[in-house]
Protein backbone atom coordinates (compact mmCIF):
# COMPACT_ATOMS: atom_id res chain seq x y z
CA UNK A 1 0.00 0.00 0.00
CA UNK A 2 1.00 4.15 -0.43
CA UNK A 3 0.25 6.72 1.39
CA UNK A 4 0.22 9.89 -1.27
CA UNK A 5 0.02 13.54 -0.35
CA UNK A 6 -2.16 15.71 -2.39
CA UNK A 7 -2.06 19.68 -3.04
CA UNK A 8 -6.26 20.08 -3.86
CA UNK A 9 -7.18 23.39 -5.44
CA UNK A 10 -4.09 24.20 -6.87
CA UNK A 11 -2.20 23.31 -9.63
CA UNK A 12 0.77 24.90 -8.05
CA UNK A 13 3.46 22.99 -5.52
CA UNK A 14 2.58 24.59 -1.99
CA UNK A 15 -0.44 25.98 -2.82
CA UNK A 16 -3.85 24.74 -2.21
CA UNK A 17 -4.65 22.41 0.71
CA UNK A 18 -2.90 19.54 1.26
CA UNK A 19 -4.50 16.18 2.02
CA UNK A 20 -3.20 12.47 2.63
CA UNK A 21 -4.50 9.75 0.68
CA UNK A 22 -4.43 6.23 1.90
CA UNK A 23 -6.61 3.56 -1.00
CA UNK A 24 -6.65 0.31 0.01
CA UNK A 25 -8.65 -3.23 -1.32
CA UNK A 26 -9.85 -3.46 3.03
CA UNK A 27 -10.06 -1.13 5.67
CA UNK A 28 -8.03 0.14 8.29
CA UNK A 29 -8.99 -0.09 11.99
CA UNK A 30 -10.00 3.10 12.99
CA UNK A 31 -7.26 3.59 15.51
CA UNK A 32 -4.31 2.79 12.79
CA UNK A 33 -6.47 5.71 11.02
CA UNK A 34 -6.51 8.29 13.35
CA UNK A 35 -2.65 7.18 13.79
CA UNK A 36 -1.83 7.47 10.46
CA UNK A 37 -3.64 10.82 9.84
CA UNK A 38 -1.76 12.21 13.30
CA UNK A 39 1.32 10.98 11.78
CA UNK A 40 0.58 12.69 8.50
CA UNK A 41 -0.48 16.13 10.49
CA UNK A 42 -2.71 17.44 7.54
CA UNK A 43 -5.85 19.45 7.84
CA UNK A 44 -7.55 15.87 6.97
CA UNK A 45 -6.11 12.81 5.60
CA UNK A 46 -8.82 10.52 3.18
CA UNK A 47 -9.30 6.55 3.48
CA UNK A 48 -10.51 4.98 0.37
CA UNK A 49 -11.83 0.91 0.68
CA UNK A 50 -13.88 -1.02 -1.10
CA UNK A 51 -17.22 -2.68 0.41
CA UNK A 52 -19.71 -4.66 -0.87
CA UNK A 53 -18.58 -3.27 -4.16
CA UNK A 54 -18.73 0.34 -3.25
CA UNK A 55 -16.20 3.15 -2.70
CA UNK A 56 -15.69 3.98 0.68
CA UNK A 57 -14.35 7.08 2.18
CA UNK A 58 -13.47 8.37 5.90
CA UNK A 59 -11.64 11.62 6.83
CA UNK A 60 -9.37 12.26 9.69
CA UNK A 61 -8.22 15.18 10.90
CA UNK A 62 -5.17 14.80 13.56
CA UNK A 63 -7.30 14.26 16.68
CA UNK A 64 -10.50 13.49 15.04
CA UNK A 65 -12.57 11.91 12.28
CA UNK A 66 -14.79 14.23 10.32
CA UNK A 67 -17.95 13.37 8.36
CA UNK A 68 -17.42 15.42 4.84
CA UNK A 69 -13.99 17.06 3.53
CA UNK A 70 -13.86 18.48 0.31
CA UNK A 71 -10.14 19.09 -0.16
CA UNK A 72 -9.44 15.78 0.64
CA UNK A 73 -12.63 14.00 -1.28
CA UNK A 74 -10.61 15.70 -4.30
CA UNK A 75 -7.40 14.79 -3.57
CA UNK A 76 -8.53 10.76 -3.62
CA UNK A 77 -9.94 11.05 -6.70
CA UNK A 78 -7.11 12.97 -8.06
CA UNK A 79 -4.78 9.63 -7.24
CA UNK A 80 -7.62 7.00 -8.04
CA UNK A 81 -7.78 8.81 -11.82
CA UNK A 82 -4.04 9.74 -12.03
CA UNK A 83 -3.23 5.61 -10.71
CA UNK A 84 -5.53 4.18 -12.81
CA UNK A 85 -7.35 2.93 -10.09
CA UNK A 86 -10.79 4.60 -12.18
CA UNK A 87 -10.68 5.22 -15.91
CA UNK A 88 -10.66 9.15 -16.37
CA UNK A 89 -14.38 8.86 -18.16
CA UNK A 90 -15.96 7.35 -15.11
CA UNK A 91 -17.74 9.13 -12.15
CA UNK A 92 -16.44 7.47 -9.00
CA UNK A 93 -19.52 8.09 -6.06
CA UNK A 94 -17.60 7.56 -2.40
CA UNK A 95 -20.10 6.54 0.15
CA UNK A 96 -19.51 8.79 2.89
CA UNK A 97 -21.05 9.71 6.56
CA UNK A 98 -22.36 12.42 4.81
CA UNK A 99 -24.15 10.63 2.23
CA UNK A 100 -23.27 10.03 -1.56
CA UNK A 101 -19.80 12.26 -2.57
CA UNK A 102 -19.57 11.95 -6.38
CA UNK A 103 -16.80 13.36 -8.25
CA UNK A 104 -16.16 13.67 -11.98
CA UNK A 105 -12.42 14.35 -13.86
CA UNK A 106 -12.44 16.74 -17.12
CA UNK A 107 -9.78 18.57 -18.77
CA UNK A 108 -9.60 21.47 -16.10
CA UNK A 109 -9.82 19.32 -13.08
CA UNK A 110 -12.20 17.97 -11.18
CA UNK A 111 -15.73 18.61 -9.66
CA UNK A 112 -17.25 17.64 -6.17
CA UNK A 113 -21.31 16.98 -6.28
CA UNK A 114 -21.66 17.31 -2.94
CA UNK A 115 -25.04 18.37 -0.40
CA UNK A 116 -25.97 21.80 0.41
CA UNK A 117 -26.85 22.68 3.93
CA UNK A 118 -28.94 25.76 4.61
CA UNK A 119 -27.76 28.49 7.36
CA UNK A 120 -29.97 30.66 9.92
CA UNK A 121 -29.55 33.84 11.37
CA UNK A 122 -28.65 32.27 15.36
CA UNK A 123 -28.94 34.19 18.99
CA UNK A 124 -27.17 37.73 19.13
CA UNK A 125 -25.35 36.14 22.13
CA UNK A 126 -23.36 33.97 19.95
CA UNK A 127 -22.31 37.29 17.66
CA UNK A 128 -21.16 38.83 20.87
CA UNK A 129 -19.15 36.19 21.86
CA UNK A 130 -17.45 35.63 18.76
CA UNK A 131 -17.03 39.26 18.72
CA UNK A 132 -14.31 38.86 21.81
CA UNK A 133 -12.30 36.61 19.90
CA UNK A 134 -11.33 39.57 17.40
CA UNK A 135 -11.30 43.81 17.49
CA UNK A 136 -12.94 43.46 13.20
CA UNK A 137 -16.92 43.34 14.16
CA UNK A 138 -19.05 41.26 12.31
CA UNK A 139 -22.55 42.00 10.91
CA UNK A 140 -24.15 38.80 10.83
CA UNK A 141 -23.47 35.62 12.59
CA UNK A 142 -25.61 32.21 11.05
CA UNK A 143 -25.50 28.44 12.41
CA UNK A 144 -26.02 26.00 9.50
CA UNK A 145 -28.00 22.80 9.61
CA UNK A 146 -24.90 21.38 9.76
CA UNK A 147 -23.78 22.86 13.05
CA UNK A 148 -21.08 25.34 11.71
CA UNK A 149 -21.05 28.92 12.17
CA UNK A 150 -21.09 31.65 9.56
CA UNK A 151 -19.90 34.83 9.83
CA UNK A 152 -20.76 37.61 7.83
CA UNK A 153 -17.74 40.55 7.68
CA UNK A 154 -17.91 44.02 6.50
CA UNK A 155 -15.52 43.72 3.14
CA UNK A 156 -12.38 41.41 2.05
CA UNK A 157 -10.09 43.34 3.94
CA UNK A 158 -11.86 42.37 7.28
CA UNK A 159 -11.11 38.39 6.25
CA UNK A 160 -7.98 38.88 4.94
CA UNK A 161 -6.66 40.75 8.57
CA UNK A 162 -9.17 38.63 11.07
CA UNK A 163 -6.73 37.33 13.20
CA UNK A 164 -8.78 35.24 15.53
CA UNK A 165 -7.33 34.70 19.82
CA UNK A 166 -7.57 31.16 18.79
CA UNK A 167 -8.50 30.25 23.10
CA UNK A 168 -10.90 32.23 22.91
CA UNK A 169 -12.24 30.78 19.71
CA UNK A 170 -12.08 27.08 20.80
CA UNK A 171 -13.67 28.45 24.51
CA UNK A 172 -17.25 29.11 22.30
CA UNK A 173 -17.59 25.34 21.45
CA UNK A 174 -17.94 26.46 17.88
CA UNK A 175 -16.75 23.28 15.39
CA UNK A 176 -16.13 25.16 12.12
CA UNK A 177 -16.34 28.97 12.57
CA UNK A 178 -16.36 30.26 8.93
CA UNK A 179 -15.42 33.95 7.84
CA UNK A 180 -16.78 35.48 4.30
CA UNK A 181 -17.45 38.78 2.80
CA UNK A 182 -18.08 39.97 -0.47
CA UNK A 183 -15.04 40.33 -2.72
CA UNK A 184 -12.97 43.68 -3.64
CA UNK A 185 -12.37 42.70 -7.43
CA UNK A 186 -14.86 41.78 -10.16
CA UNK A 187 -13.40 38.64 -11.03
CA UNK A 188 -14.14 37.03 -7.94
CA UNK A 189 -17.93 36.83 -5.99
CA UNK A 190 -16.85 36.31 -2.39
CA UNK A 191 -13.93 35.36 -0.20
CA UNK A 192 -13.83 33.44 3.13
CA UNK A 193 -11.43 31.78 5.49
CA UNK A 194 -12.30 28.36 8.14
CA UNK A 195 -11.38 27.52 11.50
CA UNK A 196 -11.76 24.77 13.39
CA UNK A 197 -8.91 24.57 16.57
CA UNK A 198 -11.43 22.52 18.18
CA UNK A 199 -11.11 19.85 15.54
CA UNK A 200 -6.89 19.98 15.34
CA UNK A 201 -7.46 22.76 12.49
CA UNK A 202 -6.42 26.02 13.03
CA UNK A 203 -7.31 27.50 10.32
CA UNK A 204 -8.08 24.98 7.09
CA UNK A 205 -6.20 26.78 3.73
CA UNK A 206 -8.81 25.63 1.48
CA UNK A 207 -12.07 24.27 2.21
CA UNK A 208 -14.25 22.80 -0.35
CA UNK A 209 -16.86 21.49 1.76
CA UNK A 210 -17.03 25.40 3.01
CA UNK A 211 -19.37 25.96 0.09
CA UNK A 212 -22.21 23.46 0.92
CA UNK A 213 -22.81 25.98 3.10
CA UNK A 214 -21.48 29.28 1.63
CA UNK A 215 -22.92 28.66 -1.64
CA UNK A 216 -26.78 28.20 -0.53
CA UNK A 217 -25.89 31.85 1.71
CA UNK A 218 -24.58 33.81 -0.82
CA UNK A 219 -26.64 32.60 -3.51
CA UNK A 220 -29.90 33.94 -0.78
CA UNK A 221 -27.57 37.26 -1.65
CA UNK A 222 -26.68 37.80 -4.72
CA UNK A 223 -29.06 35.97 -6.27
CA UNK A 224 -27.01 33.53 -8.63
CA UNK A 225 -26.56 30.29 -8.94
CA UNK A 226 -22.19 30.24 -10.10
CA UNK A 227 -19.75 31.79 -7.91
CA UNK A 228 -15.73 31.97 -8.13
CA UNK A 229 -14.68 31.80 -4.43
CA UNK A 230 -10.99 32.66 -3.02
CA UNK A 231 -10.22 31.45 0.05
CA UNK A 232 -8.06 34.26 1.80
CA UNK A 233 -5.11 31.83 3.57
CA UNK A 234 -1.54 31.85 3.59
CA UNK A 235 -1.91 29.41 0.50
CA UNK A 236 -4.64 30.54 -1.42
CA UNK A 237 -6.93 28.97 -3.20
CA UNK A 238 -9.60 29.41 -5.90
CA UNK A 239 -12.54 27.42 -5.93
CA UNK A 240 -15.63 26.98 -8.91
CA UNK A 241 -18.81 26.52 -7.43
CA UNK A 242 -22.34 26.01 -8.92
CA UNK A 243 -25.70 25.41 -7.10
CA UNK A 244 -28.18 23.16 -8.94
CA UNK A 245 -31.28 22.45 -6.72
CA UNK A 246 -30.29 21.06 -3.56
CA UNK A 247 -26.53 19.91 -4.84
CA UNK A 248 -23.44 21.69 -5.21
CA UNK A 249 -20.76 21.56 -7.84
CA UNK A 250 -17.45 22.57 -6.65
CA UNK A 251 -14.36 22.19 -9.50
CA UNK A 252 -10.83 22.61 -8.60
CA UNK A 253 -7.25 21.14 -9.98
CA UNK A 254 -4.95 18.86 -8.15
CA UNK A 255 -1.12 17.90 -7.74
CA UNK A 256 0.37 14.79 -6.04
CA UNK A 257 3.21 16.16 -3.91
CA UNK A 258 4.82 12.77 -2.92
CA UNK A 259 4.03 9.05 -2.26
CA UNK A 260 5.59 6.77 0.61
CA UNK A 261 5.11 3.29 0.45
CA UNK A 262 3.89 1.98 3.94
CA UNK A 263 3.84 -1.40 6.11
CA UNK A 264 -0.02 -1.16 6.50
Not at 48 to 67: A, D, L, N, Q, W
Not at 250 to 263: K, P, V
Request: aromatic share 10%.
Amino acid sequence: MRLYQVDAFTAVPFKGNPAGVHVSSLPLSEELMQHIAMEMNLAETAFVYKESGVYVIRFFTPTTEVPICGHATLAAAHIMYTQGIVSPQDRIDFKSKSGLLSVTSGQTGYTLDFPTYSALPTATSELLAFKETSLIPAKELYRSTNGWFVVILEDEAAVQNYTPNFSKLEALSLPIVLITAPASTSSIDYVMRLFAPSMGIPEDPVTGSAECVLGPLWRQKLGKDTFVVKQLSKRTGIKHVELQGERVLISGEAITMFEIDTLF
